[in-house]
């Protein structure tokens, strides 16, 4: 095996399951390998708002001049934006000694995809003498393979129903999960508003040192600027953070409250603050991609971020006509996704998509005619996201909107091969 592709072919070889969540098999491997970090790690955890939580967190680290390391899951297009080192994704022959040194240490043990190439990020970046380490939780957090490292910061972002097979049936059987990553006297933020008591109790079990919104860190703002304060620090006056969306307050709340908890090891400048939310990117959270018609990328994936993202929608104006191409996962809650999205849908496109956990178009095609108010809403199937979105384009009027949402693989397949450039069909004839 001599090439990134090569070892991301053994990995999908070796367990039968595509999840098995546990910290035994990969707890051990991680002995093995030695893993160990001399830098502060922010581990975050959450149903919604990771991902944007860990970008501010990274790019307000780099503008205060620390060599960052970030680990984020699962990826859009290629695998090793999972890895970014100092700004940038990790070059692919980069991590192939890495999952050489977990194939050595693993000596025989049967890890899932996803703890294995963990394990092998988590290798690359402890070898590469950085300043920080955020590390994003794939799913829950107690059994994550991203919890076998110690944080010295842990962030919990909003919680909500998702992956209820596997997290338990309510917000406060998730709750305890996502807390699993707290430790015993560090730093614990909690952005999440009114978070499940759950969270707060693991927190008082284990001795974390509790950070909640609205008690130790606030924001407040109008429609020019923000301000945050919490435990002795205080920015006023910020400019919105360049991710769009309703929520990105709070989530850049909680990344300043960890910056904030960890000022004595990691010290951050207001400069650093204002430039990083100002510059900070994140594919596929809200994305706009101007054009004539315009289309909105978001990777809204249970009913949660599906509000969320509709009343962002919302708040863009008035649209003709909004066409929403749709592909997800079997295992969501696609019958409360799409009656969330229903209300500004006027034409459907749903798609197949490349996993075998995947619901095909036309079954969401069948899911949407049991919940559909509006007669006067059309759909059809495409055999994948690109497919649907040029139908879309094709019966889009330069006024109109396209929604392009769901899995990562419906927003990945879409942005293969680069960021699609909008013309309506009755331009380019």
């Not at 794939?138 to 076998?148: I, M, P, S, T």
């Not at 560090?186 to 008690?215: F, K, Q, T």
């Not at 909680?254 to 939310?277: D, I, K, M, W």
Request: glycine share 10%; aromatic share 6%.
């Amino acid at each position: 095996m001599e090439t990134l592709h090569d070892w991301l072919a053994h990995c999908e070889r070796l367990h039968p399951k595509t999840i098995a969540l546990g910290l035994e098999r990969v707890g051990a491997v991680a002995q093995r390998l030695g893993l160990r970090f001399d830098c502060p790690v922010i581990t975050v955890a959450g149903t919604n708002g990771k991902g944007s939580t860990c970008a501010m967190l990274e790019s307000i680290a780099l503008q205060a001049g620390w060599r960052t390391g970030l680990y984020t899951s699962p990826h859009l297009v290629r695998f090793e934006e999972r890895c970014r080192i100092r700004g940038e994704s990790v070059d692919a022959g980069a991590l192939v000694p890495h999952f050489a040194r977990v194939e050595a240490a693993r000596e025989g043990v049967a890890l899932t995809y996803f703890e294995f190439t963990t394990l092998a990020i988590l290798s690359h970046l402890a070898a590469s003498q950085l300043d920080l380490v955020i590390l994003e939780v794939g799913l829950g957090g107690r059994l994550d393979a991203v919890n076998v490292i110690d944080a010295d910061c842990a962030v919990i972002t909003s919680i909500d129903l998702d992956h209820q097979d596997f997290l338990g049936p309510d917000r406060e059987s998730i709750g305890r999960e996502k807390a699993g990553i707290l430790r015993a006297g560090r730093p614990a933020v909690v952005s999440d508003p009114v978070p499940p008591h759950s969270v707060i109790e693991r927190a008082e079990e284990v001795g974390a040192d509790l950070w909640l919104l609205g008690r130790d860190f606030n924001f407040s703002g109008d429609k020019q600027q923000w301000a945050w304060a919490g435990r002795g620090r205080r920015h006023p006056g910020l400019a919105y953070p360049a991710l769009r969306g309703a929520n990105q307050l709070i989530n850049a709340s909680g990344a300043l409250a960890a910056l904030a908890a960890l000022r004595e090891r990691l010290p951050v400048t207001a400069q650093a603050v204002r430039s990083g939310l100002a510059l900070v990117e994140l594919p596929g959270r809200f994305q706009i991609v101007p054009g004539e018609p315009v289309l909105v990328l978001d990777v809204a994936h249970n009913p949660h971020s599906v509000a969320a993202l509709v009343a962002n929608l919302d708040a863009m104006g008035f649209y003709p006509t909004t066409h929403v191409v749709f592909g997800a996962m079997a295992d969501k809650d696609l019958d409360a996704m799409l009656r969330r999205m229903g209300p500004l849908a006027d034409r459907w496109y749903f798609c197949d998509l490349p996993s075998a956990r995947a619901e095909t178009g036309a079954a969401l095609h069948v899911r949407w005619q049991g919940v559909r108010t509006r007669a006067d809403v059309v759909a059809s199937v495409h055999g994948g996201p690109r497919a649907a979105l040029d139908a879309a384009i094709a019966a889009a009027d330069p006024a109109d909107r396209i929604v392009a949402f769901g899995s990562f693989f419906t927003v990945g397949g879409i942005l293969e091969g680069g960021v699609p450039r909008l013309q309506a069909a009755h331009l380019r004839s």
